[in-house]
């Protein structure tokens, strides 16, 4: 069967290709999409983490130069 496919811009410069009329089945679908459910989520938890540990890196450093100062 035909599919007609559509460049979708996301973000700056990535391009995804949007299939109209893909054959999937509804299982199938469901599974990807827990699949990425599952990795935005982590993806998720490595940022709020990365920024955790940039603040507290932050704290310290302001610590020691408070220290340091006196």
Do not use: C, F, P, Y
Request: glycine fraction near 4%; charged fraction near 50%.
């Amino acid at each position: 069967s035909d599919v007609e496919v559509d460049d979708i811009r996301v973000g700056h410069n990535i391009v995804e290709k949007d299939v109209g009329d893909e054959e999937i089945e509804a299982e199938e679908l469901e599974r990807r999409m827990w699949k990425d459910q599952v990795k935005l989520k982590r993806i998720k938890e490595r940022h709020k983490l990365a920024e955790r540990q940039a603040t507290e890196k932050h704290v310290r450093k302001q610590r020691s130069m408070k220290t340091g100062e006196l």
